[in-house]
């Protein structure tokens, strides 16, 4: 009896296996798990396989945006109510320094900034890219909740969204290790792509910076201000660690913040954790505004129970 219990016990997966169905966008990562598993910028040992760690860029910085318009309110192009929006996911080397552009055969930036690469080739000129939007890329692999997602939280201003996510790829992507195109099985075109962009936004439902602050008292507003040690510690309260707070019109007005990490595994499926910005804060020390926005450059994307 035994025997034929095993044969089936050994068999039904497999046969299971035969019908799941992956999504198009998974990368081809089996070889990560024989890798050593250790924290990027932590490593003692060579990582190897790049594919399984951000690596240069192993300093991973979430960041995001407090914007008061998008400057396309007219067309629908509004800001999530109580929420920051998504800047990107960067991978700075363990220092701080950074490179940029790092695969001129994935620019679909249509307005690359700054306009010359330092990554390699350094100095090279970045054409700007005249192809399909990179929604459609988004579209032909069928992930409507992807880019419904992305409208409602990743807004661009002054420019169609699609613009900006296409920016963030080809800017930052393209220098991060674990979306090499080496480590996509690349049976389906711009998987790395698509990929990336899940990535992003599991990344920042881990900071909901609106939150962080909230649950501390700080709240947008037009007639209080705050100083920087109660920014950082409502943050750091949540995080553990200190984010860097960028702030416009001579340090006075809060704009920006990015949340820094090491990662243990890919940057796709990882483990963040949180570690203190290696960049100064551009804001004030105290009278800062959190200002709020304007009725109608908001809208409500939550669902409220
Ligand atoms: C961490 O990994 C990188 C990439 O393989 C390597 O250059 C670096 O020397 C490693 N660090 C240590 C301390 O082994
Ligand atoms: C590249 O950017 C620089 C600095 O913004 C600008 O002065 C220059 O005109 C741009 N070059 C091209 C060819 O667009
Ligand atoms: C790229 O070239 C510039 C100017 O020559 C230099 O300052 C920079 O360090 C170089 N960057 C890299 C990553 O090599
Ligand atoms: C708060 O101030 C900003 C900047 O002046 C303005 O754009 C915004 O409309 C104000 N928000 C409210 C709700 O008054």
């Known amino acids: 009896m035994l025997v034929p219990l095993l044969l089936a016990l050994f068999s039904s997966p497999l046969a299971l296996a035969g019908e799941v169905i992956l999504p198009s966008t998974l990368p081809n990562f089996a070889a990560c798990v024989n890798e050593p598993l250790q924290f990027s910028c932590e490593n003692t040992t060579a990582i190897t396989n790049t594919c399984c760690s951000p690596t240069p860029g192993g300093l991973v910085l979430q960041t995001q945006f407090w914007d008061l318009r998008t400057g396309l309110e007219s067309e629908g192009q509004l800001l999530p109510v109580d929420s920051w929006g998504i800047h990107g996911l960067w991978p700075d080397f363990c220092d701080g320094s950074f490179t940029q552009y790092c695969d001129l055969s994935r620019q679909f930036d249509p307005s690359p900034s700054p306009n010359t690469t330092n990554g390699l080739p350094n100095g090279t000129f970045i054409p700007p890219y005249t192809g399909p939007g990179v929604d459609t890329f988004i579209l032909a692999l069928g992930r409507l909740d992807l880019i419904d997602y992305m409208n409602k939280y990743w807004i661009n201003q002054g420019a169609p969204n699609k613009d900006f996510w296409a920016h963030e790829f080809s800017k930052h992507a393209t220098c991060t290790s674990t979306f ?15 990929n990336f962009f899940d990535a992003v936004i599991r990344a920042f439902s881990k900071f909901p910076t609106f939150d962080f602050l ?3 008292g700080i709240l947008p507003s037009n007639t209080t201000t705050y100083t920087l040690a109660q920014l950082q510690n409502a943050v750091k309260a949540q995080t553990g660690a200190i984010p860097y707070f960028g702030c416009t019109d001579r340090g006075t007005q809060l704009d920006e913040v990015w949340h820094f990490n090491h990662v243990l595994g890919t940057e ?8 203190d910005s290696t960049t ?7 009278g800062i505004k959190y200002l709020e926005r304007a009725p109608g450059s908001e809208r409500e994307v939550r669902v409220i129970p």
Do not use: L, M, R, W
């Open 180 to 194: 090499d195109v080496k480590c996509f099985n690349n049976d389906k075109e711009h998987q790395d792509v698509i």
């Open 214 to 216: 909230a649950v501390a």
């Open 268 to 275: 796709q499926y990882g483990h963040f954790k949180p570690v």
């Open 280 to 286: 100064p804060s551009t804001c004030n020390p105290t």
